[in-house]
């Protein structure tokens, strides 16, 4: 049986999206890098330049089984895994976010869901099912977990990309 091709998201080096897309159509791998322009400002001028839609994320419609031919390109890090397992993207979201990047307006995009206050669960890793509280955040996610039937409060650093936000 052939399994047929997925779409997942790899994550480039900082500002390596155009070398990385440069490099995965030499190899031919179809690729997704949606751009947008923005106005920059510098202290003598104003500019129109086009920047990736996401920072450090390629969409790369590749099989499975061949999936890791995409680390023969300078650049590429990693690709984007839920619970240690790469994710993959269905035709209808890659349809969807075509269609915000066709969106004539500037557009932000913003990969911070989780907020201050919010109840997490940690979903991969030791503490895979630790439920608590959102009370702090900067580059990673801090929790404050309250150990129930102990009176006891727990809190702990966490990488944030490992956390979801549950329900109230």
């Known amino acids: 049986m052939i399994e047929e091709q997925k779409w997942f ?30 106005l920059r400002q510098w202290k ?8 990736p839609l996401f920072n450090s994320y390629i969409f790369v419609l590749i ?12 650049g590429v890090i990693k690709f984007v895994s839920i619970g240690g397992k790469p994710s993959t993207i269905s035709e209808v979201e890659i349809d969807r976010i075509k269609r915000v990047a066709a969106f004539e307006k500037e557009i932000n995009i913003v990969n911070d869901v989780l ?3 919010d109840l997490v669960e940690v979903i991969e ?11 702090e955040k900067e580059n ?8 129930e039937n102990l009176g006891y409060t727990a809190s702990f650093k966490i990488d944030s990309s490992i956390v979801r936000r549950i329900a109230n």
């Open 9 to 38: 998201v790899i994550v480039t080096r900082p500002r390596a999206e155009k070398k990385v897309s440069e490099g995965l159509l030499k190899t031919g791998i179809i690729h997704l890098l949606l751009m947008q322009k923005q």
């Open 125 to 135: 890793g030791p503490l895979k099912g630790i439920k608590g509280k959102l009370v």
């Open 44 to 51: 003598d001028r104003k500019k129109w330049v086009e920047m």
């Open 63 to 74: 099989n499975p089984l061949r999936r890791n031919e995409v680390f023969d390109v300078p």
């Open 140 to 147: 990673n996610a801090y929790l404050n977990i309250i150990i």
């Open 115 to 117: 907020n201050i206050g």
